[in-house]
């Protein structure tokens, strides 16, 4: 089995990256139909894992927080070099999950969740699962 990255990419419907790189790692025209991404690494002004092509093809690109994400990471980046607008972020993830904002409308399209690190969101996600496990009281 081939287990090149662009290999892993085009068989993967589900995808997440968490790396430290600073150039792209992830080429937009590996991405079909249907994939979902989830970009948790570039997390300050001088990293980036997905190429713009990436974020133009997605039909739903959603963020962690559409201020931060504009000043790090691969939204940053590509601002900057003005390969993308930052109209192309459909909506904050806090949005998707209260249902203000749409995430995906069908199986078909091509989303990413650009997620460069929310303190308040980490501590709910902590709080959740912590209840869950039993380790603290509803």
């Known amino acids: ?8 990419v085009r068989a993967s419907d589900a995808l997440i990256t968490a790396t430290a790189s600073r150039e792209p790692l992830i080429k937009g025209k590996w991405l079909h139909a249907g994939q979902h991404i989830t970009a948790v690494g570039a997390d300050d002004p001088t990293k980036c894992e997905l190429d713009a092509e990436c974020l133009r093809r997605a039909d739903r690109l959603i963020a962690d927080s559409i201020e931060t994400t504009r000043k790090n990471g691969d939204v940053f980046r590509h601002l900057s070099q003005r390969t993308i607008q930052l109209e192309q972020i459909h909506g904050e993830l806090g949005s998707v999950l209260y249902g203000a904002v749409e995430g995906r409308r069908t199986e078909s399209e091509i989303t990413i969740a650009k997620l460069v690190g929310l303190g308040v969101q980490d501590l709910a996600a902590a709080e959740v699962s912590l209840t869950r496990l039993g380790l603290r009281a509803a």
């Open 1 to 8: 089995m081939e287990t090149d990255l662009e290999s892993v």
